[in-house]
């Protein structure tokens, strides 16, 4: 139980920690997004590949990875580096969870899954609060962020729907992040002319990609060997709200009654939904 405690503990720090080194670097202007995406992802396949040599998990079935896994992993995380040029590591993080689970949400409804009225309830709670965020006024985010950063969110639950079916988490997340990597080289020359890269700014992007992404979905496969999906998914509410505490203590952002309402709103609204569900 404890081991539980410490793994899941670490692993929803590192998914906070993607918003912080992301946002320090980009609003810093230490580097340019799709170097930061670049060195995010190869970093992270380098250092899941050599964990997986010495794990005994393997991906049975085909080697070749499926199209859509590595077309929404690479839409997620260069979409996430975009978005926070503008945005605060607060702000992301509850924009990128919130479309996460509206995705999930609305792509089981089109499959036939009838919801519950508490979950229909939840799920509109949530909304109206992504709504409610990104209206305009004096606190509002970049427009082109959230937008930016609600298609980040939309690649990752698509990336996460298309796992559950996935025959071994760690070596098929390995072979989606090593074939993203000439995506994000590719990515990279396109926009060489805007390219300028400094050295705090690699190495925010390099903690991005081998501690909070890499090792932290190690250790987050760890725990969820001892977590039902309800309790995997109420548990991940956390991400966002450490993130917003985080850009307020390490990055000095300000948490305004805007971020501190809507977070209620999308926050209490999906964990109304999960355990609806379950």
């Not at 089109?110 to 004096?138: F, M, T, Y």
């Not at 987050?220 to 109420?234: C, D, E, G, I």
Request: glycine share 10%.
């Amino acid at each position: 139980m404890v081991r539980t405690l410490l793994l899941t503990s670490g692993a929803l720090t590192a998914f906070a920690a993607n918003s912080l080194l992301c946002r320090a670097a980009l609003g810093s202007l230490a580097i340019d997004p799709a170097s930061f995406t670049t060195l995010r992802i190869a970093s992270g396949a380098a250092f899941l590949a050599i964990v997986s040599l010495f794990r005994t998990e393997r991906a049975r079935g085909t080697p070749r990875p499926g199209v859509a896994s590595v077309a929404a992993l690479f839409i997620y995380m260069s979409c996430f580096s975009f978005a926070y040029i503008d945005l605060g590591a607060g702000t992301g993080a509850l924009i990128l969870f919130g479309a996460v689970q509206l995705t999930m949400f609305l792509t089981a409804v089109r499959s036939g899954e009838r919801p519950k009225a508490r979950e229909w309830i939840g799920v509109s709670l949530a909304a109206l609060g992504l709504v409610l965020l990104v209206l305009p006024g004096l606190s509002a985010p970049s427009p082109l962020g959230a937008v930016l950063m609600a298609v980040a969110g939309v690649g990752w639950g698509i990336y996460s729907l298309l796992g559950r079916h996935g025959q071994g988490a760690l070596a098929e997340t390995t072979r989606n992040f090593l074939y993203c990597v000439p995506l994000a080289f590719l990515l990279s020359v396109t926009m060489l002319p805007s390219a300028h890269i400094t050295t705090p700014g690699v190495l925010l992007a390099l903690a991005s990609g081998i501690a909070a992404s890499g090792f932290g979905y190690v250790i987050w496969y760890a725990a969820l060997k001892n977590l039902s999906a309800a309790r995997a998914a109420t548990v991940q509410l956390a991400a966002p709200v450490l993130a917003a505490f985080g850009g307020v203590l390490l990055l000095d952002e300000v948490l305004t009654l805007r971020l501190s309402g809507t977070a209620v709103l999308i926050l209490g609204g999906i964990g109304l939904a999960v355990v609806a569900r379950r």
